[in-house]
């Protein structure tokens, strides 16, 4: 007999819980928890394309830290220009929209470490251009973000929470329906075997394009996002570090899973703020600079020997040790 499948919530009846959680969390965390709830949101948004990209099409990405600042730096632009947030919002997903397809097309005809090789490079060239041009970007001081304040009756943590979860909900729902659908198993397909899918009436090419496409908008929005957070955008703030955390988190937390990528985004923010306070109680400046990386990489190396599924697949080993055990 064909084993049963466990039945699985759909993806809308999670979302709405999820954002019935969030809500109630930002009424009992304190403003600083509530921002790091809405890091975490941001976050999230750029790691589960990530892993859709990675997980489900089987491409390799360096180069996300450098779309999230393109989105940052064209929220940036349109924010300060016009003033309207819903409208800054649209420019930076198109735009990094745009700049995901030309890169997917150059990728659609890349493997392994050719197209790391691009990504990569990607990711070293975009700062780079912010820093030069100094009358469009500022250089390194970076653009000052012009934002409305929130309405008086809710402190700005909140409303910010809101807001990263309220697009980390909706890019979750959009990529969870893709996947479900025909071009979740084109991606599948893809990832698995090239000449099998081919030989099926998939088209290799454009499946890879459309993924990375559709990964390169949620990376827009991440960075649209943290430019709201910050208040601010800076080349520092996407060094090429930021590229590698993101793929060491959606490994960490299960490649090709959304409740990965959800364990992906909250290691982004706990690693580091932990890391932080580790450093600054040994009063070591240098320490502080790598033991984020140090930390990530250890984390890394255990997970995956205790859980080569990510930590996504911990609670389904766990089902499978009970019912041998039974």
């Known amino acids: ?14 979302v709405l819980a999820g954002a019935l959680i969030v809500v109630g969390l930002t009424y009992v965390l304190p403003p600083f928890r509530n921002y790091q709830l809405a ?20 491409q390799l990405s360096l180069g996300h830290g450098a779309l999230m600042a393109t989105g940052a730096y064209t929220l940036a632009l349109t924010q300060n220009k016009f003033e309207n947030l819903p409208l800054s919002f649209a420019a930076a997903i198109a735009v990094t929209t745009v700049a995901g397809a030309i890169i997917g097309l150059a990728a659609a005809r890349l493997r392994g470490p050719y197209l790391a090789g691009l990504t990569l490079a990607v990711a070293i060239v975009v700062p780079s251009v ?11 001081q970076g653009l000052s973000v012009m934002l409305n304040p929130p309405p008086e009756q809710f402190p700005m943590e909140q409303w910010q929470a809101w807001l990263c979860w309220s697009a980390a909900l909706i890019v979750v729902l959009l990529l969870a329906l893709l996947s479900r659908g025909r071009f979740g198993r084109d991606m599948r397909a893809v990832r698995d075997d090239e ?5 099926a009436g998939v088209n290799i090419a454009r499946t890879q394009v459309l993924a990375f496409v559709a990964s390169a908008a949620c990376a827009g929005v991440a960075g649209a996002l943290f430019a709201v957070l910050a208040q601010s955008v800076s080349p520092g703030a996407f060094p090429l570090t930021l590229s590698l955390f993101l793929l060491m ?3 960490i937390g299960g490649l090709g899973s959304l409740f990965g990528a959800l364990w992906g985004a909250l290691l982004l923010v706990v690693l580091p703020a932990l890391s932080q306070s580790v450093s ?17 990489g250890v984390v890394l190396v255990v997970v995956m020997l205790a859980a080569p599924g990510g930590l996504a697949s911990i609670p389904s080993r766990i089902s499978r040790m009970l019912r041998r055990n039974r």
């Open 1 to 14: 007999m064909p084993r049963r499948r466990g039945w699985r919530p759909h993806p809308v009846i999670v």
């Open 39 to 58: 890091t975490v949101g941001a976050y999230l948004c750029v790691t589960a394309g990530l892993t859709v990209l990675t997980g489900l099409n089987g």
């Open 130 to 140: 912010a820093s030069t041009f100094d009358e469009t970007f500022n250089s390194d």
């Open 195 to 199: 000449t099998a899918a081919k030989l």
């Open 249 to 251: 988190a959606i490994v």
């Open 280 to 296: 600054e109680q040994a009063g070591s400046q240098r320490l502080e600079g790598n033991l984020a990386l140090i930390v990530f």
